[in-house]
């Protein structure tokens, strides 16, 4: 089986992070920050390194690190917690359905709208059509840094500095670039969401929202949180505020070993690998008749994109190929990648397109056993 | 050396000024207690000199509430 649907969840994940998680299950079995005994306090140590270990790769303070399901669950966190009534959020045209519909979601509740603005090829263009689209009543610009459909990056760094100008909160979904695009709280990002499981390394139901404190955000759910325990309003101070209920500790621990694991390899060595390999791929691919690249990576564009390439046979829907190649040992996935918005940019919308993405652990000979298989299928459909 | 004790509001502030002091060479431990008014709560049992304590946790973010 050869593997290259990382931008789904990273397999396989760094040794560490294996023997890790199994060691947590059995060193750190106790509820951590709810006992005073030492089994309990040692969990809350491990949890703690954990948290630090994820908060340095963004430059945040630890207490400001929360732990939660899954990047999904850190953008709701932070779309429903910025929601005042009638409140008015900015999002781009490459959002996926974690964005678009807590989004939509919230403004059917509170009254409020949301806009929609296009992203260009031109960092410049996408930045002035971003500020247009901000209003007075604007609560948060809600962006992706990069599209898991195409990899295209958005100009983090001016979309931050607009937000900052006009006083609004910028989210940034960092589910396809956490751990390998340069993403720092430094550059201006108020709440940055990410996965544990993609970029970081860690195990499936992990997740992060981290913030730089400035916009308070409202709970999505209340409950224990070991701390402040008389009283029935929910903690004001983090990482508590969001915490309520045990976390997935276990799985918490190896995530630390996975944000570990990037802060040695290094964010952009690993970006730089990813990219290599999708050039080789855009390269090779592109010159496959019957294939149709959505985007072509090549080493001048590099700074454009995070490491997803999407493709199509013509002529056959993307899950068509995606599940022959399922039954030749090639781990890929075809459909609309739950991005709609970025198919109806593309066109794409009736047949999804195949997606390819590698992670640190693919080599250039997996590569092209892919490419081969690609080419074999793309003659005997013309034949 | 005479220990004392600072309140912390979470198990993660707590363990945050244990990391903090451990970088500078300072032995302290997370300990979960139970306050009156307040419920469940959290201090740092150190041992050390109260007056650097506190520069170094002030200089982290943490208030160096000595109970």
């Known amino acids: 089986m050869i593997y290259l649907d990382n931008a789904a969840t990273t397999y396989p994940k760094p040794p560490q992070v294996y023997r890790v998680w199994a060691d947590a299950m059995r060193t750190y079995g106790a509820n951590p920050g709810r006992a005073g005994y030492d089994f309990s306090s040692a969990t809350s140590e491990a949890v703690y390194t954990a948290r630090e270990s994820c908060a340095s790769l963004f430059g945040a303070q630890p207490e400001n690190t929360i732990f939660t399901l899954n990047c999904t669950h850190a953008l709701n966190l932070a779309i429903k917690g910025i929601a005042g009534k009638k409140s008015h959020y900015v999002i781009s045209d490459l959002e996926h359905n974690a964005v678009l519909r807590p989004v939509h979601s919230a403004t059917l509740k509170n009254g409020g709208s949301y806009s929609v603005f296009e992203v260009s090829t031109d960092d410049k263009v996408?930045?002035?059509?971003?500020?247009?689209?901000?209003?007075?009543?604007?609560?948060?610009?809600?962006?992706?840094?990069?599209?898991?459909?195409?990899?295209?990056?958005?100009?983090?760094?001016?979309?931050?500095?607009?937000?900052?100008?006009?006083?609004?909160?910028?989210?940034?979904?960092?589910?396809?670039?956490?751990?390998?695009?340069?993403?720092?709280?430094?550059?201006?990002?108020?709440?940055?969401?990410?996965?544990?499981?993609?970029?970081?390394?860690?195990?499936?139901?992990?997740?992060?929202?981290?913030?730089?404190?400035?916009?308070?955000?409202?709970?999505?759910?209340?409950?224990?949180?070991?701390?402040?325990?008389?009283?029935?309003?929910?903690?004001?101070?983090?990482?508590?505020?969001?915490?309520?209920?045990?976390?997935?500790?276990?799985?918490?621990?190896?995530?630390?070993?996975?944000?570990?694991?990037?802060?040695?390899?290094?964010?952009?060595?690993?970006?730089?690998?990813?990219?290599?390999?999708?050039?080789?791929?855009?390269?090779?691919?592109?010159?496959?008749?019957?294939?149709?690249?959505?985007?072509?990576?090549?080493?001048?564009?590099?700074?454009?994109?995070?490491?997803?390439?999407?493709?199509?046979?013509?002529?056959?829907?993307?899950?068509?190929?995606?599940?022959?190649?399922?039954?030749?040992?090639?781990?890929l996935r075809g459909g609309l990648h739950c991005a709609p918005l970025a198919h109806r940019k593309l066109g794409t919308l009736d047949i999804g397109t195949v997606r390819f993405s590698p992670s640190v652990f693919t080599t250039h000979a997996e590569v092209l056993a892919l490419l081969r298989e690609l080419y074999r299928m793309a003659s005997a459909h013309k034949a | 050396m005479d220990s004392f004790y600072i309140n912390m509001q979470s198990a993660t502030q707590a363990q945050k000024a244990r990391a903090v002091l451990a970088r500078n060479g300072i032995r302290s431990t997370a300990e979960r207690y139970h306050s009156r008014g307040k419920g469940c709560s959290f201090r740092l049992r150190v041992y050390a000199d109260r007056g650097k304590v506190c520069l170094l946790l002030a200089k982290a973010g943490i208030p160096c509430d000595i109970s």
């Open chain 1, 126 to 331: 996408t930045l002035a059509r971003a500020e247009r689209a901000i209003r007075r009543d604007t609560a948060a610009v809600i962006c992706t840094a990069a599209s898991n459909v195409t990899g295209r990056r958005l100009p983090v760094k001016g979309l931050a500095e607009i937000c900052r100008r006009h006083g609004v909160c910028f989210v940034v979904d960092g589910a396809q670039g956490a751990g390998a695009l340069p993403l720092q709280l430094s550059d201006g990002i108020n709440i940055l969401c990410a996965a544990g499981h993609k970029g970081l390394y860690g195990p499936m139901g992990t997740g992060l929202l981290v913030t730089d404190g400035k916009y308070p955000l409202d709970t999505l759910m209340e409950g224990g949180t070991g701390s402040a325990s008389e009283s029935p309003l929910q903690p004001e101070f983090t990482p508590d505020r969001f915490e309520s209920g045990t976390i997935n500790t276990a799985g918490v621990i190896a995530l630390g070993a996975g944000a570990q694991f990037v802060r040695t390899k290094t964010p952009s060595a690993i970006l730089k690998h990813e990219l290599e390999l999708c050039r080789h791929f855009c390269e090779e691919a592109r010159k496959i008749k019957g294939l149709v690249l959505y985007n072509d990576i090549t080493q001048q564009n590099y700074h454009s994109y995070a490491p997803v390439v999407s493709f199509n046979l013509i002529g056959r829907h993307s899950s068509e190929v995606s599940d022959e190649l399922g039954k030749r040992g090639f781990c």
